[in-house]
């Protein structure tokens, strides 16, 4: 699973303080071989935590589905 920078993601299993919340990818930080992610949650309204979580702990939001008539 590729990730990039402005995916909305949510963690894995929410724990330490990791909200259970949507997310964005805002920076992204190569260790070795490990790259770490800093994603954005809004936890409430215009209040926001950052995490730094591995692709491991992180899932991809669906992208709203567009219907044609």
């Given at each position: 699973m590729n990730m990039i920078i402005g995916d909305k993601v949510r963690a894995s299993f929410p724990y330490g303080g990791v909200?259970?919340?949507?997310?964005?990818?805002?920076?992204?930080?190569?260790?070795?071989s490990q790259t770490q992610f800093l994603v954005n949650f809004e936890i409430r309204p215009r209040v926001y935590k950052k995490f730094y979580l591995t692709e491991r702990e992180l899932t991809l939001c669906s992208a709203p589905e567009i219907e044609q008539s």
């Open positions: 909200p259970a919340c949507d997310g964005k990818i805002i920076k992204a930080l190569v260790l070795g």
